[in-house]
């Protein structure tokens, strides 16, 4: 069992952000002996997630992780339901629909609808972002209770992205405050300069099911487009809501 557990834990250093890895790299972040290390890369490269570029030495990925990806898409079968939806909402304003749910105390991204005009070279899908400086993070939050609220950022810290992003705790709060008064999230540039966000939660009873959400940039999204982005958002909502048997595990609400 320990065994799976370090070799779970050393897929997950592979990140967008960090997807190659020395072996040196490795053992620095994890401690293993060099033994144990080396033994567990040639076992998982043997299974075929993980594989070494011959030349550079570079430890990545491999290409079975990314068929089990599309495994676990087809057996989420709300992603397919709800972009039907988003597709729409998406036509209909010239933004990008993201779907979202919760996980480990961040968001992740499960699907997006872009403009057909819109250069986007790779999927968003499976993607993580902390919860603080997201529209959609902050719309699942306004659904969380102020001790759940603390403990996701005791636990993921308020990293700083952009000058506009919220990283004293008491500021988070009053912002959740007025997302629960609104029943919208906004999101100013807190994550990416020049990109703002309109957010809604998808819940069902106390159940926390994910967040959906409109974005464009700061001159395109005019603040008189608010309401009514919110409102196209909260009509999916509630038809997303009626299907929570549909969606991975579920974050039970505080508030």
Same mark, same amino acid.
């Given at each position: ?84 939806? *988003? @597709? ?5 304003? =010239? ?9 480990? /105390? $961040?968001? +992740? ?76 999230? *906004? @999101? ?5 300069? =020049? ?9 069902? /009873? $106390?159940? +926390? ?47």
């Amino acid at each position: 069992m320990q065994s799976v557990v370090k070799a779970f834990g050393l897929l997950k250093l592979f990140t967008g952000k960090n997807p190659e890895w020395t072996f040196n790299q490795l053992l620095q972040e994890k401690k293993f002996p060099k033994s144990t290390l080396s033994n567990m890369l040639r076992t998982l490269e043997f299974c075929g997630v993980l594989e070494k570029e011959k030349t550079s030495q570079l430890y990545r990925l491999g290409l079975d992780v990314l068929e089990m990806s599309y495994s676990v898409r087809k057996a989420l079968p709300i992603i397919e339901y709800a972009m039907k939806f *988003l @597709d729409d909402v998406q036509q209909k304003t =010239g933004g990008i629909a993201y779907f979202t749910i919760p996980k480990d /105390g $961040r968001v +992740l991204y499960l699907d997006a609808s872009y403009p057909a005009n819109k250069n986007v070279t790779y999927s968003i899908t499976g993607k993580t972002l902390d919860m603080h400086c997201t529209g959609v993070g902050k719309a699942m939050m306004s659904k969380m209770s102020d001790e759940q609220i603390r403990g996701i950022v005791a636990e993921r810290g308020m990293k700083r992205y952009t000058p506009r992003t919220i990283t004293d705790f008491d500021a988070l709060m009053e912002e959740i405050e007025e997302t629960r008064a609104r029943g919208y999230a *906004l @999101d100013f540039g807190e994550e990416s300069q =020049g990109v703002k966000c309109v957010a809604v939660p998808v819940a069902s /009873g $106390r159940m +926390l099911l994910g967040a959906i959400s409109i974005s464009g940039s700061i001159i395109g999204l005019k603040e008189e487009q608010y309401e009514e982005y919110a409102e196209m958002l909260f009509e999916i909502a509630n038809i997303l809501a009626d299907k929570a048997d549909m969606f991975p595990r579920q974050f039970l609400c505080g508030v």
